[in-house]
């Protein structure tokens, strides 16, 4: 297989514009089939993953990571429409050895490039607002920007739920919504 590979992919936004990304896959493999298997190890739990799935690849725009990677797998073998399934690999007794992730197809990529166009529309428009989770006792910083000195999110929750109406926040709100949300008429 191609493991530890660097690759580099470039990818044409929704609206056209064009990122360039550069990223080591843990392991891409080439069964007999032909198919490419991205995989990404991760040493925890999967409790921060529950629900990827092909019907929520992205998971609110935090997911990216097996999309790309399977685009810059079929970039690096020179094979644009080769099959791909890109998977997390949790390889710890703590993530129960639990491979979650799917398989990589037109659709998906075409969810995965919307939620990508929405994010880089709104940081080149100015805006990049934490959004903290509600307070937790968990003793790890998810959001360091929503936490920085580590003493809690309190301030950046109100200043967060204070901006929700705001009509420049509405395109990243929608990203970040609950799939059952997103989908709603």
């Known amino acids: 297989g191609l493991v530890r590979s660097e690759m580099c992919i470039r990818d044409t936004l929704t609206d056209g ?4 990304l550069r990223r080591k896959a843990d392991r891409v493999d080439r069964p007999t089939d032909g198919t490419l298997h991205v995989l990404d190890y991760k040493t925890g739990g999967t409790t921060a993953y529950r629900g990827l799935s092909a019907e929520d690849p992205h998971q ?52 995965v490039s919307d939620a990508t166009t929405t994010i880089v529309n709104s940081i080149e428009s100015g805006l990049f ?8 006792t968990s003793p790890f910083i998810e959001c360091h920007a929503c936490d920085p000195d580590g003493l809690g999110t309190t301030e950046v929750l109100r200043h967060w739920e204070r901006k929700l109406e705001a009509p420049p926040l509405q395109p990243y709100l929608e990203l970040i919504a609950p799939p059952a949300q997103r989908d709603a008429p």
């Open 17 to 20: 514009p064009t990122i360039a």
């Open 60 to 111: 609110g725009g935090r997911r990216l990571q097996l999309a790309v990677y399977a685009q810059a797998a079929r970039q690096h073998t020179a094979e644009p429409d080769a099959p791909v399934r890109a998977e997390y690999w949790f390889t710890s007794a703590k993530g129960r050895f639990a491979k979650l992730g799917y398989e990589v197809d037109a659709e998906l990529l075409s969810q």
């Open 129 to 136: 607002a934490p959004h903290p989770k509600p307070h937790d």
